[in-house]
């Protein structure tokens, strides 16, 4: 079975500090796609990034990044810098190579104050 | 990317009535999906929709309540059949790209409210 753990619920920064939303996974595939998504407050969910099982390169995309580790089964993304338009639920989701269904997070509230 | 587009973005509906609500992808795409969001929750899947055949229904959702069609790769429907209050929702049309199998687009979603 796959599952997937935000333990965060709700987090709360003021603008320009550095804010990391936590992702653990788990799966017994060995390939496996994991992903971002962004809900603001409009409702739309916008896709952020995937990354595949076999690729443990970290990455970079301007105030994003995100750090991926097998060996914990974690998916972490940071914001740097925040600012208020970060403010949106964020969700992780994983889909097993041989199983076309997303298995997302409960999601993570993320709200940057002026 | 694939680019989605849904029909209505929000309404309101009484309780009894069934709302169909459409689902159209820029480009031609190997699956489509349909999400049920519930305030405050995340994201449930409904059911995949097979293009020229019965939609692949998960736990919990059946054809007479959630009707489904796909009469070709690039659109859908989702029908919310004899709907009540528990029916308010977000529901999300989704599709994976046939250039990228491995990314899953989402639609702006349609909020629905049953009154």
């Known amino acids: 079975a796959q599952k997937v753990t935000q333990a965060q619920t709700e987090i709360s920064v003021v603008e320009k500090e550095d804010v990391t939303l936590d992702c653990v996974y788990e799966?017994?595939?060995?390939?496996?796609?994991l992903f971002w998504y962004k809900q603001p407050p409009s409702g739309e969910l916008v896709f952020l990034i995937r990354?595949?099982?076999?690729?443990?390169q970290n990455e970079i995309s301007g105030r994003y990044s995100w750090n991926f580790q097998k060996s914990t089964s974690s998916f972490n993304f940071t914001i740097t810098a925040s600012q208020v338009v970060d403010s949106a639920v964020y969700f992780c989701?994983?889909?097993?190579?041989?199983?076309?269904?997303?298995?997302f997070g409960k999601g993570i509230t993320l709200s940057v104050r002026p | 990317s694939a680019v989605i587009s849904q029909k209505p973005s929000r309404d309101i509906c009484q309780r009894g009535t069934s709302l169909t609500i459409q689902c159209q992808v820029d480009?031609?795409?190997?699956?489509m999906f349909w999400y049920r969001q519930q305030p405050g929750q995340s994201l449930t899947l409904i059911a995949t929709?097979?293009?020229?055949?019965?939609?692949?229904?998960e736990s919990g959702f059946v054809i007479d309540k959630f009707p489904i069609s796909r009469p070709n790769l690039t659109f859908s429907t989702l029908t919310v059949s004899n709907m009540s209050p528990e029916d308010s929702s977000i529901y999300l049309c989704?599709?994976?790209?046939?250039?990228?199998?491995?990314?899953?687009?989402f639609g702006p979603g349609t909020r629905l409210l049953v009154l």
């Open positions: 989704s599709a994976r790209d046939r250039g990228v199998p491995e990314t899953q687009y």
């Open positions: 799966t017994r595939d060995t390939t496996y796609y």
């Open positions: 990354r595949n099982s076999f690729d443990e």
């Open positions: 989701a994983l889909r097993p190579g041989a199983n076309s269904k997303l298995t």
């Open positions: 480009s031609q795409v190997t699956m």
């Open positions: 929709a097979n293009q020229g055949s019965e939609a692949t229904y």
